[in-house]
């Protein structure tokens, strides 16, 4: 059983009967669900993923102290912690006393503090700049039970995608990288038969496509470990998952190189191909660089236009 269909019969056996004798007149105001860290978050959870960190638990998330106070959040605590430990075989770890926890009582403001830095999710364009998309994917990742007063569920479709000029910077940057990783260095490591420098080229055109094909998905790039598993289930592009895993886990001899140069070339023409479809760039050839630029060259805000093709990598 995964984390998510876990946390759901749990919540709705003894979380939601918890709420509705004990605490009724919050019962319909607040958000409840598993959104947060973990794979289970992610749906990517499985046997291996038991070994920690996983329980039959959910997350209450309570507004700011004026509008539920600190006496209503700690007996809210102790009628979580009451509940049964143990669930279909699973067994609920005792509360950090440092750290903070992952399932539980947990106030929304702390919650969105921890991941943007500011307690209301607002994001200022600087703040959105500097934001690790591991964050955002996990505030719009995991679900919601109930949307309770509708504050979360409205924020998390607000962060779902991200500033558009954000988006094409971001994908200026990443294009540029694939193009100097891929195009460029890599052919050059091999001239001067450095293999593993050629290696370490091939791991960052990797890195920066997968990041590209992100982006042009518009969808947030999780955790690195869950990177492959996310790339294979999003709509567009999920099939170079397997070229970017080929070009990874094998050599750079004689026989592998000239092919995996074609595979690079490859990648980068449907990356072309998919940002001409989106309307992201005007330039028609096949080098990245180009292309690069002119995703950058459309960003309407000046500042950010002009701002270091790099500023967000």
């Known amino acids: 059983m995964q984390g998510l269909e876990l946390s759901r019969r749990y919540f709705e056996e003894f979380g939601a009967p918890m709420l509705h004798a004990r605490f009724p007149e919050w019962e319909d105001k607040l958000a409840v669900g598993l959104v947060g860290s973990g794979s289970e978050c992610l749906g990517f959870d499985d046997e291996i993923s038991q070994d920690h960190d996983f329980e039959p638990g959910f997350c209450i998330f309570l ?10 959040e700690f007996q809210m605590e102790r ?32 919650f969105l503090e921890a991941r943007t830095g500011t307690r209301d999710g607002v994001l200022s364009p600087a703040r959105w700049l500097s934001l690790d998309e591991q964050y955002l994917a996990e505030i ?6 109930r949307e309770g007063d509708g504050v979360f569920a409205a924020l998390r479709q607000r962060l779902a995608r991200q500033p558009a000029d954000l ?8 294009l540029l990288l694939m193009a100097q990783a891929g195009q460029y260095n890599y052919p050059r490591c091999l001239a001067h038969r450095e293999p593993a420098a050629a290696q370490l080229a091939v791991g960052e055109f990797v890195r920066h496509a997968i990041a590209v094909i992100f982006l042009l998905n518009e969808r947030y790039l999780p955790y690195y470990k869950w990177q492959f598993r996310a790339l294979r289930q999003l709509p567009l592009l999920a099939d170079e998952a397997e070229t970017l895993e080929l070009l990874l886990t094998t050599d750079n001899g004689p026989a ?11 990648l980068a023409s449907a990356v072309i191909t998919a940002l001409q479809d989106q309307g992201l760039t005007e330039a028609v050839c096949g080098d990245l660089e180009k292309h690069a630029y002119s995703v950058n060259d459309h960003i309407a805000d000046p500042a950010l236009r002009n701002a270091h093709i790099l500023l967000t990598v």
């Open 167 to 174: 988006r094409r910077k971001k994908l200026a940057g990443r």
């Open 79 to 110: 009628a979580y912690a009451a509940l049964p430990k143990e669930y279909l075989g699973f067994t609920r770890p005792r509360l950090s006393p440092v750290g903070g926890n992952r399932r539980g009582v947990i106030r929304l403001g702390d």
């Open 256 to 266: 592998m190189a000239r092919a995996k140069q074609d595979l690079m070339e490859n």
């Open 140 to 145: 719009v990742g995991g679900q919601l039970f």
């Open 63 to 72: 507004p700011e102290e004026d509008v539920l106070d600190r006496k209503t």
